[in-house]
């Protein structure tokens, strides 16, 4: 007997549980997809974060090709020297 009278009482957090389900199914669909919706793509949105290291990455990347070719275009041949002069 003291089982059933024990199953009865119901905890707090099952009654604010019910509390919120019942709130949940009075929205409107349109609402409810709206909702996930939004909840979705913000979920899968690129952030600013990221945007700006990919930005980064090829900027670091234009300035190493152009030192690359800068410095070994520019220490190779002196002006001033004719290669028949002996």
């Given at each position: ?83 028949n002069e002996d």
């Open positions: 007997m003291g089982r059933k009278d024990a199953s009865t009482t119901k905890l707090p957090v099952d009654q604010y549980r019910k509390q919120i389900g019942k709130q949940d199914y009075k929205k409107t669909k349109p609402i409810l997809r709206a909702t996930k919706l939004k909840a979705e793509a913000k979920r899968t949105a690129i952030g600013i974060k990221e945007v700006g290291l990919v930005l980064a990455a090829i900027l670091a990347l234009l300035l190493a090709f152009y030192a690359f070719f800068y410095l070994r275009l520019s220490t190779g041949v002196d002006p001033d020297l004719d290669p």
